[in-house]
Protein backbone atom coordinates (compact mmCIF):
# COMPACT_ATOMS: atom_id res chain seq x y z
CA UNK A 1 0.00 0.00 0.00
CA UNK A 2 1.80 3.11 -1.16
CA UNK A 3 0.76 6.38 0.36
CA UNK A 4 0.36 9.34 -2.20
CA UNK A 5 0.88 12.77 -0.16
CA UNK A 6 1.95 15.52 -3.40
CA UNK A 7 0.02 18.34 -3.07
CA UNK A 8 1.65 21.46 -0.88
CA UNK A 9 -1.28 23.23 0.21
CA UNK A 10 -2.60 23.00 3.17
CA UNK A 11 -5.94 20.85 3.76
CA UNK A 12 -8.49 23.60 4.55
CA UNK A 13 -6.69 25.44 0.62
CA UNK A 14 -7.28 21.52 -0.54
CA UNK A 15 -10.95 20.95 0.28
CA UNK A 16 -12.11 24.51 -0.47
CA UNK A 17 -10.57 24.34 -4.20
CA UNK A 18 -12.10 20.59 -4.46
CA UNK A 19 -15.36 21.85 -3.82
CA UNK A 20 -15.01 25.18 -5.74
CA UNK A 21 -14.39 22.90 -8.90
CA UNK A 22 -17.09 20.73 -8.45
CA UNK A 23 -19.86 23.08 -8.07
CA UNK A 24 -18.45 25.64 -10.44
CA UNK A 25 -18.00 22.74 -13.06
CA UNK A 26 -21.54 21.88 -12.46
CA UNK A 27 -23.34 25.30 -12.92
CA UNK A 28 -21.41 25.76 -16.24
CA UNK A 29 -22.92 22.99 -17.33
CA UNK A 30 -26.65 23.25 -15.71
CA UNK A 31 -26.63 26.42 -17.21
CA UNK A 32 -25.54 25.57 -20.72
CA UNK A 33 -28.31 22.84 -20.57
CA UNK A 34 -31.08 24.78 -18.99
CA UNK A 35 -31.44 22.34 -16.59
CA UNK A 36 -34.58 22.59 -14.94
CA UNK A 37 -34.46 24.45 -11.47
CA UNK A 38 -35.93 22.28 -9.55
CA UNK A 39 -33.20 19.36 -10.19
CA UNK A 40 -30.45 21.75 -9.98
CA UNK A 41 -31.39 22.12 -6.22
CA UNK A 42 -31.36 18.69 -5.89
CA UNK A 43 -27.89 17.93 -7.65
CA UNK A 44 -26.38 20.71 -5.95
CA UNK A 45 -27.01 18.91 -2.47
CA UNK A 46 -26.09 15.67 -1.02
CA UNK A 47 -28.47 12.66 0.22
CA UNK A 48 -27.01 11.24 2.78
CA UNK A 49 -23.55 12.20 5.15
CA UNK A 50 -21.96 9.60 7.41
CA UNK A 51 -19.54 10.05 10.10
CA UNK A 52 -18.31 7.77 12.21
CA UNK A 53 -15.84 7.64 15.45
CA UNK A 54 -14.61 4.29 16.60
CA UNK A 55 -12.17 2.90 18.66
CA UNK A 56 -9.47 0.33 17.71
CA UNK A 57 -6.73 -1.31 19.52
CA UNK A 58 -3.32 -0.54 18.29
CA UNK A 59 -0.31 -3.35 18.53
CA UNK A 60 1.00 -1.76 21.62
CA UNK A 61 -2.00 -1.90 23.56
CA UNK A 62 -2.86 1.58 23.61
CA UNK A 63 -7.03 2.35 21.51
CA UNK A 64 -6.80 5.04 19.31
CA UNK A 65 -10.03 7.02 17.74
CA UNK A 66 -10.29 7.24 14.07
CA UNK A 67 -12.79 9.29 12.46
CA UNK A 68 -14.51 7.97 9.27
CA UNK A 69 -16.95 9.52 6.34
CA UNK A 70 -19.25 8.04 3.76
CA UNK A 71 -21.37 10.48 1.16
CA UNK A 72 -23.88 9.64 -0.58
CA UNK A 73 -24.26 12.36 -3.35
CA UNK A 74 -27.00 11.03 -5.56
CA UNK A 75 -28.80 7.63 -6.55
CA UNK A 76 -31.44 8.84 -8.99
CA UNK A 77 -30.06 6.03 -11.26
CA UNK A 78 -29.25 3.32 -8.92
CA UNK A 79 -27.14 2.49 -5.70
CA UNK A 80 -24.36 4.76 -4.55
CA UNK A 81 -20.98 3.94 -6.15
CA UNK A 82 -17.56 5.26 -5.12
CA UNK A 83 -14.42 4.53 -3.15
CA UNK A 84 -12.84 4.96 -0.31
CA UNK A 85 -9.54 6.26 0.66
CA UNK A 86 -6.90 6.29 3.54
CA UNK A 87 -5.56 9.94 3.51
CA UNK A 88 -5.14 12.70 6.18
CA UNK A 89 -6.77 15.13 4.12
CA UNK A 90 -10.15 12.77 4.22
CA UNK A 91 -12.90 14.99 5.19
CA UNK A 92 -16.70 15.63 4.86
CA UNK A 93 -15.89 18.38 2.58
CA UNK A 94 -13.21 16.49 0.41
CA UNK A 95 -16.23 13.46 -0.09
CA UNK A 96 -18.86 15.52 -1.13
CA UNK A 97 -17.05 16.85 -3.51
CA UNK A 98 -15.48 13.42 -4.57
CA UNK A 99 -19.07 12.02 -4.57
CA UNK A 100 -20.37 14.71 -6.35
CA UNK A 101 -17.85 14.05 -9.20
CA UNK A 102 -18.89 9.91 -8.87
CA UNK A 103 -22.14 10.72 -10.01
CA UNK A 104 -21.29 12.42 -13.02
CA UNK A 105 -18.81 9.94 -13.34
CA UNK A 106 -21.09 6.92 -13.33
CA UNK A 107 -23.73 8.57 -15.16
CA UNK A 108 -21.99 9.44 -18.22
CA UNK A 109 -20.96 5.81 -18.25
CA UNK A 110 -24.16 5.01 -18.80
CA UNK A 111 -24.01 2.48 -15.51
CA UNK A 112 -27.28 1.79 -13.11
CA UNK A 113 -25.33 3.87 -10.58
CA UNK A 114 -25.38 6.95 -8.38
CA UNK A 115 -22.34 8.56 -6.50
CA UNK A 116 -21.23 8.42 -3.31
CA UNK A 117 -17.52 8.29 -1.54
CA UNK A 118 -15.47 8.35 1.69
CA UNK A 119 -12.66 7.11 3.46
CA UNK A 120 -10.63 7.76 7.00
CA UNK A 121 -9.10 10.88 7.91
CA UNK A 122 -5.63 8.64 8.81
CA UNK A 123 -1.79 8.12 7.64
CA UNK A 124 -2.24 4.15 6.39
CA UNK A 125 2.09 4.41 6.75
CA UNK A 126 2.36 4.63 10.15
CA UNK A 127 -0.18 1.52 10.90
CA UNK A 128 1.61 -1.92 10.66
CA UNK A 129 -0.67 -4.44 8.65
CA UNK A 130 -2.59 -5.86 11.30
CA UNK A 131 -3.35 -2.09 12.32
CA UNK A 132 -4.81 -1.45 9.12
CA UNK A 133 -6.79 -4.67 8.99
CA UNK A 134 -8.18 -3.81 12.29
CA UNK A 135 -9.15 -0.27 10.94
CA UNK A 136 -10.83 -1.28 8.03
CA UNK A 137 -12.86 -4.41 9.74
CA UNK A 138 -14.49 -1.64 12.56
CA UNK A 139 -14.65 1.03 9.99
CA UNK A 140 -16.72 -1.16 8.05
CA UNK A 141 -19.11 -2.67 11.22
CA UNK A 142 -20.06 1.41 12.03
CA UNK A 143 -21.06 1.15 8.07
CA UNK A 144 -22.92 -1.33 7.92
CA UNK A 145 -26.34 -0.29 7.67
CA UNK A 146 -25.08 2.15 5.32
CA UNK A 147 -23.85 0.39 2.81
CA UNK A 148 -25.00 -2.76 0.91
CA UNK A 149 -24.70 -4.80 -2.70
CA UNK A 150 -28.00 -2.84 -3.33
CA UNK A 151 -27.87 0.42 -1.90
CA UNK A 152 -23.97 1.62 -1.63
CA UNK A 153 -21.29 -0.56 -3.21
CA UNK A 154 -17.73 1.01 -1.75
CA UNK A 155 -14.32 0.46 -4.10
CA UNK A 156 -10.45 1.18 -3.90
CA UNK A 157 -9.42 4.49 -3.82
CA UNK A 158 -6.25 6.71 -2.78
CA UNK A 159 -4.33 4.26 -0.25
CA UNK A 160 -6.83 1.58 -0.21
CA UNK A 161 -6.49 -1.84 -2.57
CA UNK A 162 -7.74 -5.45 -3.27
CA UNK A 163 -6.97 -6.34 0.69
CA UNK A 164 -8.50 -3.39 2.08
CA UNK A 165 -11.69 -4.57 0.12
CA UNK A 166 -11.54 -8.07 0.82
CA UNK A 167 -11.42 -7.19 4.42
CA UNK A 168 -14.10 -5.15 4.37
CA UNK A 169 -16.14 -7.46 2.10
CA UNK A 170 -15.41 -10.26 4.89
CA UNK A 171 -16.80 -8.25 7.58
CA UNK A 172 -19.76 -7.21 5.93
CA UNK A 173 -20.98 -10.50 5.16
CA UNK A 174 -20.41 -11.81 8.93
CA UNK A 175 -22.84 -9.33 10.02
CA UNK A 176 -25.34 -10.46 8.09
CA UNK A 177 -27.89 -13.76 8.72
CA UNK A 178 -25.73 -17.05 7.49
CA UNK A 179 -28.16 -17.56 4.46
CA UNK A 180 -27.45 -14.28 3.02
CA UNK A 181 -23.74 -14.15 3.44
CA UNK A 182 -22.74 -15.55 0.01
CA UNK A 183 -25.38 -13.52 -1.44
CA UNK A 184 -23.84 -10.05 -0.38
CA UNK A 185 -19.95 -10.61 -1.83
CA UNK A 186 -20.39 -7.68 -4.14
CA UNK A 187 -20.94 -5.17 -1.27
CA UNK A 188 -17.87 -3.63 -2.31
CA UNK A 189 -16.13 -3.83 -5.61
CA UNK A 190 -12.15 -4.28 -6.51
CA UNK A 191 -11.81 -7.25 -3.97
CA UNK A 192 -8.46 -9.98 -4.80
CA UNK A 193 -9.31 -12.23 -7.97
CA UNK A 194 -9.61 -15.31 -5.29
CA UNK A 195 -12.30 -13.54 -3.39
CA UNK A 196 -15.14 -12.53 -5.72
CA UNK A 197 -12.81 -10.37 -7.74
CA UNK A 198 -12.80 -8.96 -11.28
CA UNK A 199 -9.71 -10.25 -12.97
CA UNK A 200 -8.23 -7.48 -14.77
CA UNK A 201 -9.87 -4.71 -12.23
CA UNK A 202 -6.27 -3.92 -10.91
CA UNK A 203 -5.74 -2.29 -14.26
CA UNK A 204 -8.88 -0.96 -15.35
CA UNK A 205 -8.56 2.06 -14.48
CA UNK A 206 -5.34 2.57 -16.18
CA UNK A 207 -6.28 0.85 -19.36
CA UNK A 208 -9.30 3.39 -19.30
CA UNK A 209 -6.71 5.89 -18.96
CA UNK A 210 -4.82 4.96 -22.04
CA UNK A 211 -7.64 3.92 -24.31
CA UNK A 212 -9.23 7.77 -24.11
CA UNK A 213 -5.78 9.00 -24.77
CA UNK A 214 -5.37 6.40 -27.44
CA UNK A 215 -8.76 7.48 -28.94
CA UNK A 216 -7.89 10.66 -28.76
CA UNK A 217 -5.06 10.17 -31.02
CA UNK A 218 -7.14 8.34 -33.16
CA UNK A 219 -9.69 10.98 -33.49
CA UNK A 220 -6.96 13.66 -34.33
CA UNK A 221 -4.89 11.58 -37.06
CA UNK A 222 -1.74 11.14 -34.54
CA UNK A 223 -0.07 8.20 -33.56
CA UNK A 224 1.23 6.92 -30.13
CA UNK A 225 4.41 5.74 -31.20
CA UNK A 226 7.01 8.46 -30.03
CA UNK A 227 4.84 10.27 -28.23
CA UNK A 228 6.59 11.54 -25.07
CA UNK A 229 5.04 11.45 -21.46
CA UNK A 230 4.88 12.07 -17.98
CA UNK A 231 3.07 10.61 -15.26
CA UNK A 232 2.43 12.15 -12.11
CA UNK A 233 1.46 9.28 -9.31
CA UNK A 234 3.12 6.03 -10.49
CA UNK A 235 0.58 3.54 -8.33
CA UNK A 236 -1.57 1.14 -9.49
CA UNK A 237 -3.38 3.87 -12.33
CA UNK A 238 -0.31 5.73 -12.84
CA UNK A 239 1.26 2.17 -13.42
CA UNK A 240 -0.76 0.83 -15.69
CA UNK A 241 -1.44 3.54 -17.85
CA UNK A 242 2.26 3.58 -18.43
CA UNK A 243 2.08 0.16 -19.17
CA UNK A 244 -0.05 -0.36 -22.01
CA UNK A 245 1.34 3.59 -23.51
CA UNK A 246 4.36 1.91 -23.31
CA UNK A 247 3.42 -0.80 -25.65
CA UNK A 248 1.83 1.19 -28.42
CA UNK A 249 5.38 3.11 -28.67
CA UNK A 250 5.03 6.31 -26.07
CA UNK A 251 8.02 6.94 -23.70
CA UNK A 252 7.77 7.77 -20.53
CA UNK A 253 10.31 10.59 -19.72
CA UNK A 254 9.14 11.99 -16.60
CA UNK A 255 7.24 10.66 -13.34
CA UNK A 256 6.74 12.34 -9.84
CA UNK A 257 5.11 10.36 -6.81
CA UNK A 258 5.42 10.70 -2.47
CA UNK A 259 9.13 10.24 -2.57
CA UNK A 260 9.93 12.79 -5.44
CA UNK A 261 10.77 13.35 -9.41
CA UNK A 262 12.56 11.65 -12.03
CA UNK A 263 13.16 12.11 -15.60
CA UNK A 264 14.95 10.74 -17.93
CA UNK A 265 14.49 12.64 -21.79
CA UNK A 266 15.51 9.33 -23.48
CA UNK A 267 13.04 6.85 -21.91
CA UNK A 268 12.04 5.85 -18.96
CA UNK A 269 11.44 1.63 -18.72
CA UNK A 270 7.92 1.35 -16.79
CA UNK A 271 8.69 -2.67 -15.96
CA UNK A 272 11.70 -1.45 -14.61
CA UNK A 273 10.92 1.11 -12.52
CA UNK A 274 7.49 -0.79 -11.37
CA UNK A 275 10.32 -3.37 -10.31
CA UNK A 276 12.33 -0.99 -8.35
CA UNK A 277 9.47 0.76 -6.56
CA UNK A 278 8.58 -2.58 -5.06
CA UNK A 279 11.76 -2.94 -3.55
CA UNK A 280 12.17 1.11 -2.57
CA UNK A 281 9.45 1.23 -0.09
CA UNK A 282 6.99 2.41 -3.36
CA UNK A 283 9.33 5.26 -4.31
CA UNK A 284 10.51 6.43 -7.85
CA UNK A 285 13.56 8.72 -6.85
CA UNK A 286 16.87 7.13 -6.85
CA UNK A 287 15.63 5.08 -10.09
CA UNK A 288 19.17 4.10 -11.50
CA UNK A 289 18.18 4.65 -15.24
CA UNK A 290 17.17 8.31 -14.30
CA UNK A 291 18.56 11.60 -12.75
CA UNK A 292 15.87 13.18 -9.81
CA UNK A 293 14.05 16.33 -10.81
CA UNK A 294 12.99 19.21 -8.84
CA UNK A 295 9.47 18.56 -7.68
CA UNK A 296 8.62 22.36 -8.99
CA UNK A 297 10.44 21.66 -12.09
CA UNK A 298 7.65 18.82 -12.94
CA UNK A 299 5.21 19.79 -14.51
CA UNK A 300 7.86 21.46 -17.08
CA UNK A 301 9.04 18.93 -18.26
CA UNK A 302 9.30 18.35 -22.50
CA UNK A 303 6.65 15.88 -23.21
CA UNK A 304 3.11 15.64 -26.10
CA UNK A 305 1.14 13.88 -22.96
CA UNK A 306 0.35 14.77 -19.34
CA UNK A 307 -1.17 12.17 -17.05
CA UNK A 308 -2.06 13.63 -13.28
CA UNK A 309 -2.52 10.53 -11.61
CA UNK A 310 -2.45 11.08 -7.74
CA UNK A 311 -4.17 13.42 -6.20
CA UNK A 312 -6.88 16.95 -7.01
CA UNK A 313 -5.39 20.44 -7.26
CA UNK A 314 -2.09 19.58 -8.75
CA UNK A 315 -2.59 21.75 -11.81
CA UNK A 316 -2.90 25.09 -11.00
CA UNK A 317 -2.75 28.87 -11.77
CA UNK A 318 0.53 28.48 -10.73
CA UNK A 319 1.76 26.29 -13.02
CA UNK A 320 -0.49 25.54 -15.52
CA UNK A 321 1.32 28.19 -17.66
CA UNK A 322 4.51 26.14 -17.82
CA UNK A 323 2.85 22.83 -18.74
CA UNK A 324 4.48 21.78 -22.06
CA UNK A 325 2.12 18.38 -22.87
CA UNK A 326 -0.58 19.66 -25.27
CA UNK A 327 -2.92 16.91 -23.98
CA UNK A 328 -4.09 16.06 -20.34
CA UNK A 329 -4.99 13.07 -18.98
CA UNK A 330 -6.71 12.90 -15.89
CA UNK A 331 -6.03 10.21 -14.11
CA UNK A 332 -6.71 11.43 -10.89
CA UNK A 333 -9.74 12.99 -9.49
CA UNK A 334 -10.21 16.99 -9.86
CA UNK A 335 -6.24 16.84 -10.57
CA UNK A 336 -7.05 20.47 -12.54
CA UNK A 337 -8.62 22.83 -10.68
CA UNK A 338 -10.63 25.85 -12.53
CA UNK A 339 -8.06 28.28 -12.42
CA UNK A 340 -5.85 26.01 -14.08
CA UNK A 341 -7.95 24.75 -16.66
CA UNK A 342 -8.85 27.75 -18.08
CA UNK A 343 -5.45 28.94 -18.44
CA UNK A 344 -4.63 25.35 -20.48
CA UNK A 345 -7.80 25.96 -22.36
CA UNK A 346 -6.59 29.51 -23.59
CA UNK A 347 -3.54 28.39 -24.61
CA UNK A 348 -5.10 24.96 -26.60
CA UNK A 349 -4.57 22.61 -24.56
CA UNK A 350 -6.60 19.73 -24.45
CA UNK A 351 -7.99 18.06 -20.98
CA UNK A 352 -9.58 14.59 -20.86
CA UNK A 353 -12.16 14.97 -17.90
CA UNK A 354 -11.76 12.82 -14.89
CA UNK A 355 -15.24 11.72 -15.48
CA UNK A 356 -14.32 10.21 -18.35
CA UNK A 357 -10.47 9.73 -18.98
CA UNK A 358 -10.44 7.12 -15.37
CA UNK A 359 -14.32 6.00 -15.65
CA UNK A 360 -12.16 2.50 -16.74
CA UNK A 361 -11.97 1.38 -13.11
CA UNK A 362 -15.86 2.12 -11.89
CA UNK A 363 -16.70 0.03 -15.11
CA UNK A 364 -14.53 -2.50 -14.01
CA UNK A 365 -16.23 -2.19 -11.22
CA UNK A 366 -19.88 -2.78 -12.25
CA UNK A 367 -18.54 -6.00 -14.10
CA UNK A 368 -17.35 -7.09 -10.80
CA UNK A 369 -20.58 -6.45 -9.63
CA UNK A 370 -22.70 -8.00 -11.84
CA UNK A 371 -20.52 -11.65 -12.11
CA UNK A 372 -20.85 -11.19 -8.27
CA UNK A 373 -24.48 -10.76 -8.51
CA UNK A 374 -25.31 -13.66 -11.57
CA UNK A 375 -22.35 -16.02 -10.18
CA UNK A 376 -20.32 -15.78 -12.90
CA UNK A 377 -16.66 -15.78 -13.72
CA UNK A 378 -15.38 -13.90 -16.59
CA UNK A 379 -11.74 -14.58 -17.99
CA UNK A 380 -9.43 -11.44 -18.57
CA UNK A 381 -9.73 -11.24 -22.38
CA UNK A 382 -13.81 -10.46 -21.85
CA UNK A 383 -13.35 -8.14 -19.36
CA UNK A 384 -10.84 -5.85 -21.85
CA UNK A 385 -13.47 -6.48 -24.66
CA UNK A 386 -15.98 -5.00 -22.38
CA UNK A 387 -13.91 -2.43 -21.37
CA UNK A 388 -12.78 -1.46 -25.05
CA UNK A 389 -16.73 -1.40 -26.05
CA UNK A 390 -17.73 0.78 -22.38
CA UNK A 391 -15.44 3.18 -22.65
CA UNK A 392 -15.11 3.78 -26.24
CA UNK A 393 -18.94 4.56 -25.98
CA UNK A 394 -18.61 7.15 -23.62
CA UNK A 395 -15.22 9.07 -25.52
CA UNK A 396 -17.67 8.72 -28.87
CA UNK A 397 -20.38 10.44 -26.74
CA UNK A 398 -18.30 13.60 -25.03
CA UNK A 399 -16.19 13.72 -28.34
CA UNK A 400 -19.02 14.47 -30.75
CA UNK A 401 -21.08 16.49 -28.42
CA UNK A 402 -17.79 18.70 -27.93
CA UNK A 403 -17.21 19.34 -31.43
CA UNK A 404 -21.26 20.02 -32.06
CA UNK A 405 -21.61 22.02 -29.25
CA UNK A 406 -17.99 23.79 -29.46
CA UNK A 407 -17.39 23.25 -26.15
CA UNK A 408 -14.04 22.13 -24.39
CA UNK A 409 -14.05 17.97 -23.12
CA UNK A 410 -15.46 18.27 -20.01
CA UNK A 411 -18.10 20.37 -20.52
CA UNK A 412 -19.36 18.81 -22.95
CA UNK A 413 -19.05 15.29 -20.48
CA UNK A 414 -21.02 17.24 -17.76
CA UNK A 415 -23.99 18.37 -20.06
CA UNK A 416 -24.43 14.58 -21.60
CA UNK A 417 -23.82 13.23 -17.85
CA UNK A 418 -26.09 15.80 -16.24
CA UNK A 419 -29.44 14.87 -19.10
CA UNK A 420 -29.05 11.77 -18.27
CA UNK A 421 -30.14 12.25 -14.51
CA UNK A 422 -32.44 15.01 -15.06
CA UNK A 423 -34.42 12.38 -17.43
CA UNK A 424 -34.77 10.29 -14.71
CA UNK A 425 -36.34 13.04 -12.73
CA UNK A 426 -38.25 14.24 -15.17
CA UNK A 427 -39.88 10.62 -16.00
CA UNK A 428 -40.22 9.25 -12.27
CA UNK A 429 -40.90 12.81 -10.59
CA UNK A 430 -40.44 13.38 -7.69
CA UNK A 431 -42.24 11.57 -4.32
CA UNK A 432 -44.12 12.67 -3.16
Given at each position: ????????????????????????????????????????????????????????????????????????????????????????????????????????????????????????????????????????RRFTFALADNIGPEH?????????????????????????????????????????????????????????????????????????????????????????????????????????????????????????????????????????????????????SECDICIPAALGNQI?????????????????????????????????????????????????????????????????????????????????????????????????????????????????????
Open positions: MTTVTLNKQSKKAKVKGMMDNVMEQFNSAADYIELHPNIRKILSITNNEIVVHFPVKMDNGDVEIFTGYRVQHNNALGPYKGGLRYHPTVDIDAARALAMWMTWKTSLAGLPYGGGKGGIQLDPSKYSHGELERITDIPAPDVNTNSQTMAWMADTYMSTRPPAERTANQHVVTGKPDGSGGLEGRDRATGYGVFLTIKFWCERNNEKLENKKFIVQGFGNVGYWASHFLEKEGAKLVAVQDASGSIRNSNGIKVEDLFNYTKINNGGVTGFPESFDLDNEKFFTTKENASLIKAKLIAEGANGPTNVEGEKILLERGVTIIPDILCNSGGVVGSYFEWLQNRNGELWQLDEVIAKLDKKILESFNKVFEYSNRESMDLRTAAYCIAIKRIEKAYIQRGIFP
